[in-house]
């Protein structure tokens, strides 16, 4: 039996986490004042009430409009800086060892903060975090599909590779704004041997998963929820996969799987009906992660909880899950060596010596 506290004393790996949808509700009243800010509430709890209500509207349009809030306070150095430092703390008390955290950075610039200036202040918070906590991370910075500056932001990915960035990301809504039409940004990318997450298959149906694999090179798909769209399912078998799953579970393409805000956004009707289930039993590559923690009212610990609950997940699964995730990180081959073999497989292993030592 997997029991909350086991879940939490796990040492758990996030790949889909946004620093902008995951403020603790305390430090944005703290920063709304201090900045001039008007909010919803003043009260931690009402705002925190308030964040949650928007989110569960099975839109990812409505869903998104919380950003407006979050973002009005980070767009000093000083704001972002702390927000960093706080996240990495927020995810070390779920035993986060390793967190892939990402943001816009072009949202951040209504204050006058240059790109620069927002990515280093970002990095200096995770690197607070990191040396109070000891929880690794890596740092993706995402274009936005309604906007027109991707390829900027693709360059400022690589502009701070080896100094804390990990990665790039295509987000926002995506009905209307396809992964095709930011193609310039995938090609410099994939030109410098770096990393690409997109997010698909979320609002829109597998021709933006098709996009993303296919034209955009992505090496990882954020969501992913309608691929099941391309098969024929009987319970949790797989009676027939069209060609893209076939080649994403072929070629191991890694799987962002976030529970919680895909019932909020409409990408699942019900956690029952979430195809997570299907995905797993059937040797995909996913994950669970968190997408935004505030927005969803969530963390690590509890989307695992729901993975236990509706999908009879159990230790093993657990650990087969974590370990998918740090595969598919996006920091280099030697370190991820390092944290399953010297992290994760000895925690996993020690866990279940305690529940059962017959095994």
Sequence with gaps: MVTKDMIKKLPKVELHDHFDGGLRPSTIIELAKEYGVGLPSYDAEELEDWFHRGADRKSLALYLEGFGVTLSVLQTKEALKRVAREAIEDLALENVVYAEIRFAPILNLQKGLN????????????????????????????????????????????????????????????????????????????????????????????????????????????????????MVVHGTRIEKMGSLSHFIRDKRIPLEMCLSSNIQTGAAKSFDEHPFHIYFRNHFRVMLSTDNRLMSNTNLTKEFEIAVKYFNLDLRGIEKITINAMKSAFIHYDERIRIIYDILKPAFAKIREETNPLL
């Design 115 to 230: 790109l620069e200036t927002v990515v280093e202040s970002v990095i200096e918070g995770l690197e607070e975090g990191k040396k109070k906590t000891g929880v690794e991370y890596g740092l993706i910075l995402c274009a936005m599909r309604d906007q027109r500056v991707s390829l900027e932001t693709a360059e400022l990915a690589v502009a701070f590779r080896g100094r804390g960035v990990v990665g790039f990301d295509l987000a926002g809504d995506e009905y209307g704004h396809p992964p095709k039409k930011h193609l310039d940004a995938f090609e410099y990318i994939r030109s410098k041997n770096f990393n690409i997450t997109i997010h698909a298959g979320e609002a829109f149906g597998m021709e933006s998963i098709w996009q993303a694999v296919q034209i955009c090179g992505a090496h990882r798909i954020g969501h992913a929820a309608r691929l099941v769209e391309d």
